[in-house]
C-alpha cells in the first residue's frame, strides 16, 4: 500500500500526505452518505487519477451476485440507499470473482470475453486495479 502512496500523483510526499488528511475531515464532517461518496470519489481522483471508477456491493446477496453501485460513465448520478432498484444486478465473470475474493487486485493487459458482465464497463481499459 506504502508504494501506491508514493507513486499515486506528482508532487512530495508531504503534499499527498496533506491532501489526504483533508480528504479524511472532510469526509468526517459529511452526514450525508451520497454527499461523502462525491467528495470522496473527488478528492480520491486528485490522488490516484483514472480514467473509470466502477463500485460493487455484494450486499444482501450469495456469489456470484452483486450489484453495480456506481459507474463514473452514468450520466444520472444513483443513490444506492434510495434507488436500490435502479442498480444492475448482475452475475459471475470478472467482477464477480474479484468481489468475493476479499483481496486486491491489479491486473496488467486486461482482457475479458464479451459476454462477461463486466465487459461494458471495462470496454476499452487496458489495466485495473480492485481495492476491497
Known amino acids: ?11 512530495d510526499w508531504e503534499q499527498r500526505l496533506d491532501e489526504v488528511y483533508a480528504m479524511m475531515e472532510e469526509m468526517s464532517r459529511q452526514t450525508d452518505p451520497q454527499a461523502m461518496v462525491r467528495n470522496y470519489g473527488q478528492r480520491i481522483s ?16 450469495s456469489y456470484p451476485y452483486f450489484r453495480v453501485t456506481r459507474y463514473s460513465e452514468w450520466i444520472d448520478e444513483i443513490n444506492p440507499w434510495k434507488q436500490k432498484d435502479r442498480l444492475p444486478l448482475l452475475q459471475g465473470g470478472l467482477f464477480a470473482e474479484l468481489l468475493y475474493s ?3 487486485a491489479i491486473i496488467d493487459e486486461l482482457q475479458l470475453n464479451p459476454d462477461d458482465p463486466a465487459a461494458p464497463y471495462l470496454a476499452g481499459q487496458g489495466s485495473l486495479m480492485a481495492l476491497p
Not at 500500500?1 to 508532487?11: K, P, V
Open 102 to 104: 476479499n483481496q486486491p
Open 46 to 61: 486528485r490522488l490516484m487519477p483514472s480514467s473509470r471508477r466502477i463500485s460493487l456491493s455484494r450486499r444482501g446477496l
Open 1 to 11: 500500500m506504502m508504494r501506491f502512496l508514493t507513486d499515486m500523483a506528482e508532487g
